[in-house]
């Protein structure tokens, strides 16, 4: 080491680039440092501590830990930190069998609370290494049996989030940036090795206090929460809630590391952590024993173990039923409305403090989680939810009561009844029995009365509803709906007995006013939700249509005059036409007194001009609702009057929709429009064909089973006259011809099929006959082949009818003085056909055209000479 920290400065002497700018000041301090440097030699300090023999030479090693630690006083370098962990390591095992060595390494420890010390930036990412492993190695020593160390390095991880550099700086280096532990820390693992240290530190308050702050730092980081969460952090914190601390402050760290945890990591992990009935047990006991704290903190503290409870809560495996903790909440968010004693809340008072205002929101909250829990049915009933609720469901008090401020008491109130909405449906029978129906319904009347009132609008509830009555309006008006929605007959009828439909229709009238005046998307919510609630209300019932008519047709008139444009303005026109058109389907079809009303005020023309524009989401239900007027007489009048844009007629707008449905239905037509969607397929086999054919016809199928089961009905009740039997014959004829040519059909295409199959038979025959043919003349020529070398009289044979093949060949006109080419190739001596051997010779032996030219073959002198040394041998 020393020789290192000695070979640095002459180095640097050397660099031509470097040494003409450094003054007489600079050189002086360097060599200061120099000789600071060497005068701790870390491999030796090192060596030191590794004697095996080193007991007697405790003091020794004592002075010398003493004249590092004096030595780094200023911070590590972090090229020293691997051998500084190395001594770390080793004061550790010494400190097991002599004590003496815990101050000592205390003071190490102490010394990673100054930043480390860098000569380059570099310096940073090359020794990343080294110092997260440095750092890991501070978690690693939790395990050692020193509450003095423990503390000592909970302090150090503390402190890396102090941002305060040090007034001292080491000649010649410079601080890390302010971050660069803490993410040295993140890259080492440390967070977890302190999860685990939470074992160690059971039963000592102090310490388990300093690890739960060093954690509550460390949470700050996504990556340290995923380390604490792999540890099981969630489940290890919450059980140690109820641990005797007279400060708080073990429930507070525990409680902010939990919220940390939820934000940063996975929920569903966190919550899987906290599922079991001892997490939830000791949740709940924690939250009782602050529920009746009076000191600020424990309000603020009950608080956020109340947002933990609610998160718990939306996930049904958590126990919060079986626990207890779910009828605590459930009784402590009812107990100031219903006013009846219960022990679970005993000692509990509301003192109407911001802190109790958040807790009363957050218990709201909680109820509507749980009734979407069918398991928590019998608790919400038990303890009076609907009755709480209901509390809420009156017009406000004016200000200056003592209890809440008005802001508040409105925000309460609009969360009540938005809660209500959720509990209403699984508690049908209390929410009846408590007259909520009736309440709603007055309540609605203040919202549209002259009564002075303008509301605060601050919360989530109370959007859109500054300066009036309409956020109250709405929420009331989505609780009637809730239990509407549930189409209970009870419900129904003892809001009709009330004048619902009449009082509705007011409300009506007022929203769409309102909504002419200024566009909103709560007021055109109100509308959607009364549009819905008579819907239900007036189905199957003729009676309450007519009494829907007598308003509510002027007031449908003026939806369907909507402008067309506004259904892409993004607010949501299109659910209120939709709304519009299934009251419309539910209040007015089927009673002819509305329909006749609807008629008369151009409802037919109205509905068709909107299904001109073909909208796809509204022709299903316009095409729907023009079906069932049909059934009245006036009806197809209308249509036949009606004419739109260019003077299109209503035949022509149902036309343009079918096309319009072939083509996105894929229906291929020629070029004059016929189908053409089921010929010439691909891919079809034999079976497929048959298939089709039934396809094609299976509307004529269908008309024909129809007509066939009319048939038979009249002919048990009636006997046909002569022109109705014959008219019955006819149509019996056209289905059985029709199943005559699909049969015909389908015997075409299994006979095509059939011939088919024969002709690949064929073909398959002829490739067999072909292969055993060729196969046989392979035989016969190999069968020649041994004869002719096995049996010279064959050879002989064979040599004759080769003479006799070449003379047949020739031609038979013979050239005067042509040239005679011999077949034979003389001294020859074996018994098969020779080689692919051409001699081309003159045309006459005086010489001709290939005698002497350029383009007569010649040998080469390589060849010469080869064809002499042949002829040598």
């Known amino acids: ?81 691997a051998q500084i962990s190395e001594i770390l390591s080793l004061c550790a095992e010494k400190m097991y069998e002599q004590e003496a060595f ?21 310096e940073e990412m090359n020794y990343s290494i080294e110092a997260s492993k440095s750092i890991a190695l501070l978690g690693y020593l939790m395990s050692l049996p020193s509450s003095q160390v423990k503390i000592q390095i909970c302090k150090t991880i503390v402190s890396f989030y102090n941002m305060d550099l040090p007034g001292k700086r080491l000649s010649g280096y410079q601080p890390t940036s302010p971050n660069y532990k803490i993410q040295m820390a993140e890259a080492g693992g440390v967070a977890e090795y302190f999860v685990y240290s939470l074992a160690l530190v059971e039963n000592q308050l102090t310490e388990k206090l300093w690890v739960l702050k060093a954690l509550q730092h460390l949470s700050i980081s996504e990556t340290s929460c995923g380390q604490m969460v792999q540890a099981q952090a969630a489940s290890r914190l919450c059980l140690c809630l109820n641990d005797a601390d007279p400060s708080g402050q073990l429930m507070f760290h525990s ?74 909440l459930i009784v402590l968010a009812t107990c100031t409305e219903v006013k009846l004693p219960n022990p679970l809340v005993k000692g509990f008072k509301l003192t109407y403090s911001y802190e109790d205002f958040e807790m009363k929101k957050l218990l709201f909250n909680i109820i509507g989680i749980l009734s979407k829990d069918p398991s928590s049915t019998q608790l919400l009933s038990e303890n009076h939810v609907i009755p709480a609720l209901l509390y809420y469901v009156k017009k406000n008090r004016k200000p200056g009561f003592p209890d809440w ?37 007055v309540f609605l ?44 007959d009870a419900v129904s009828i003892n809001l ?108 037919i023309f109205l509905l068709l001009d909107l299904l001109s524009l073909q909208e796809k989401n509204l022709g299903n239900i316009i095409l729907g609702i023009l079906v069932e007027f049909s059934d009245n007489a006036k009806t197809i009048l209308h249509m036949n009057i009606w004419q739109g844009k260019r003077g299109q007629t209503a035949a022509n707008v149902l036309i343009q929709l079918w096309r319009q449905e072939e083509m996105d239905l894929g229906v291929k037509r020629d070029q004059y429009g016929k189908i053409v969607g089921f010929e010439h397929l691909p891919g079809l086999s034999a079976k497929d064909v048959v298939t089709l ?60 099929q059939h ?42 044979k064979a040599k004759m009818l080769q003479g006799t093949l070449i003379e047949a060949s020739r031609s038979k006109i013979k050239l005067p003085n042509g040239p005679d080419h011999p077949t034979d190739i003389p001294k020859l001596q074996i018994t098969v056909a020779p080689g692919r051997c051409v001699t081309v010779g003159s045309t006459s032996h005086q010489g001709g055209p290939l005698a002497d030219t350029d383009h007569a073959p010649k040998k080469s002198s390589a060849c010469k000479k080869a064809f002499r040394s042949d002829q040598k041998r």
């Open 102 to 122: 815990t101050e000592p390494l205390c003071e190490l420890i102490k010394l990673f609370e100054l930043p480390f010390q860098k000569r380059k930036s570099s």
């Open 693 to 752: 054919a039934i396809i094609q016809h299976f509307i004529d199928f269908k008309v024909g089973e129809v007509w066939s089961e009319i048939k038979e009905e009249i002919k048990e009740e009636f006997r046909p006259v002569t022109s109705d039997e014959r008219i019955l014959k006819l149509i019996s004829e056209v289905s059985e011809n029709t199943g005559r040519k699909v049969v015909a059909l389908q015997t075409e295409a299994l006979e095509k």
């Open 405 to 441: 401020s008005a802001a508040q008491y409105e925000e309460l109130q609009l969360h009540a009844i938005a809660v209500l909405a959720s509990v209403a449906p699984v508690l049908v029978d209390k929410y009846l029995s408590c007259q909520a129906n009736t309440l709603l319904l």
């Open 445 to 488: 009347e203040w919202c549209v009365s002259q009564d002075p009132f303008f509301g605060q609008g601050n919360s989530f509830h109370g959007t859109g509803g500054r300066g009036s009555k309409l956020a109250q309006m709405h929420y009331s008006l989505r609780a009637l709906r809730s239990v509407v929605a549930l189409y209970d």
């Open 755 to 796: 011939r088919q199959e024969i002709r690949e038979e064929k073909k398959t025959y002829q490739k067999i006959k072909a292969t055993n043919t060729q196969r046989e003349m392979v035989n016969k020529s190999w069968e020649n082949f041994l004869a002719r070398t096995s049996n010279y009289e064959a050879l002989k």
């Open 255 to 328: 409680s902010d590391i939990l919220w940390n945890l939820l934000e940063k990591t996975s929920k569903e992990e966190v919550v899987y952590q906290l599922r079991s009935l001892e997490c939830v047990h000791a949740l709940k006991e924690a939250f009782v024993d602050l529920m009746c704290g009076f000191r600020h903190c424990d309000h603020q503290l009950r608080n956020d173990l109340l947002v933990i409870a609610t998160l718990l809560a939306e996930y049904p495996a958590v126990p919060m039923i079986e626990s207890g903790f779910a009828e605590i």
């Open 496 to 603: 009709c007995d009330q004048g619902a439909i009449c009082q509705l229709l007011d409300i009506l009238k007022y929203a769409a006013e309102k909504f002419k005046e200024k566009e909103s998307s709560v007021l055109l919510e109100i509308q959607t939700d009364i549009l819905f609630i008579l819907s239900v209300l007036c189905e199957s019932d003729n009676h309450k249509k007519e009494l829907f008519s007598c308003e509510g047709i002027g007031i449908l008139i003026a939806y369907l005059q909507m402008d067309p444009r506004s259904l892409y303005s993004g607010l949501g026109h299109n659910y209120l036409l939709l709304s519009a058109l299934d009251c419309l389907w539910s209040c007015v079809i089927g009673c002819y007194i509305a329909e006749d009303s609807f008629i008369e005020k151009q409802g």
């Open 1 to 81: 080491m020393a020789s290192l920290a000695a070979a640095e400065p002459r180095a640097a002497s050397r660099s031509p680039a470097l040494s003409p700018s450094r003054s007489g000041g600079e050189k002086r301090a360097d060599a200061a440092q120099d000789t600071q440097s060497r005068s701790v030699d870390l491999d030796h300090v090192i060596a030191l501590l590794g004697d095996s023999d080193s007991k007697d030479f405790e003091k020794e090693q004592l002075k010398t830990l003493k004249k590092v630690v004096k030595h780094f006083e200023n911070g590590f370098p972090l090229k020293d930190l």
